[in-house]
């Protein structure tokens, strides 16, 4: 695996195009959503992982 990387990233730097790709800003748009309706809860849920209880939780990290 470390040698395809290597050889990847000596191949990059030999291209005489790879400095101008690094300098060459991508502009992509960003979307965000907005909603006008008024949130509301659909359910309040606990959960502690796989564990059933927080004490198996916390042992969890031990």
């Known amino acids: ?12 730097a030999k291209s005489p195009d790879f400095a ?4 060459e800003k991508v502009y ?11 949130d509301h809860v659909v359910r309040v849920e606990r959960s502690y992982g796989k564990a059933k209880k927080p004490e198996d939780y916390i042992q969890g990290f031990k």
Do not use: G, N, R, Y
Request: proline letters at 0%.
């Open 28 to 38: 992509q748009l960003k979307l965000q959503l907005v909603s006008e309706h008024e």
């Open 20 to 23: 101008h790709f690094l300098d």
């Open 1 to 12: 695996m470390e040698l395809i990387i290597t050889t990847t990233v000596t191949k990059c």
